[in-house]
């Protein structure tokens, strides 16, 4: 079984540009969260889908920060304009059912490292 | 407050020693779950276990074992015998129960590096 896939694994682009990053859950996993590690600090929770329908967006930083979850499969994470803040490793996890989703194991990709010039 | 700490920012050892890493954490919560992840070179974060406040039995899984302490609000992770395999950054991490969404609470992460 394949496991949660991000896309790009790494992203150089300057202030004020337009960068999309993809995750793929693992197929059959309802729940899908972005995390984000900034500076070697702590994973910082960003948003959480269930199937299409974000559950929560509490941790999204500001307006900049789009995420979708068309369809209840990928999901994409647009950051319009990036800042040099935005630099960091996001993190996609997906994990199968929401009956105590507290309790279940979330399953990471390897990340997308984004350095904002 | 819900919150984790990682005390520890690098640890460096030599092979065949054992190592135990810290984590301290906060929660008004009765009910929690508290977790274990490794990040490899690879980058990807790897479940090591899940434990609920419920059950403070220590845990071992080979080379590995957990201390988890309610009265301390400790939960702490031990590499007996360390290998180099084992050099990764090793994170900590909290659900309280009333999070249904199974938001994770991370601490800093500790670096482990294990010298041949």
């Known amino acids: 079984e394949a496991g949660v896939t991000q896309f790009p694994s790494h992203s150089v682009i300057e202030k004020g540009q337009t960068v999309t990053l993809r995750c793929d859950p693992i197929?059959?996993?309802?729940?899908l969260y972005w995390y984000r590690r900034v500076m070697g600090k702590e994973i910082k929770f960003l948003l959480h889908?269930?199937?299409?329908?974000?559950?929560?967006e509490s941790g999204m930083p500001n307006n900049r920060f789009l995420a979708e979850r068309t369809g209840g499969t990928y999901s994409t994470l647009k950051v319009q304009p990036a800042e040099l803040e935005d630099s960091g490793v996001y993190f996609c996890?997906?994990?199968?059912?929401?009956?105590?989703?507290?309790?279940?194991?979330?399953?990471f990709g390897p990340g997308t490292r984004l350095t904002v010039l | 407050a819900q919150k984790v700490t990682q005390a520890q920012t690098e640890i460096s050892v030599v092979e065949k020693e054992d190592v135990t890493l810290d984590c301290v954490y906060e929660t008004r919560d009765t009910t929690y779950y508290l977790f274990w992840y490794k990040q490899p070179p690879s980058g990807e974060l790897v479940f090591l276990i899940r434990r609920n406040s419920f059950d403070e039995q220590n845990e071992i899984s080979g080379r590995y074992s957990w201390n988890f302490q309610k009265s301390t609000s400790s939960f702490n992770f031990t590499i007996t015998a360390s290998q180099v395999v084992d050099s990764a950054v090793y994170f900590c991490a909290l659900v309280p129960f009333w999070n249904q969404g199974g938001k994770l609470i991370f601490g800093q992460g500790t670096e482990l590096s294990v010298k041949p």
């Open positions: 197929s059959g996993h309802d729940n």
């Open positions: 996890a997906s994990s199968q059912d929401r009956k105590a989703s507290g309790s279940n194991e979330q399953f």
């Open positions: 889908f269930v199937k299409e329908s974000k559950q929560d």
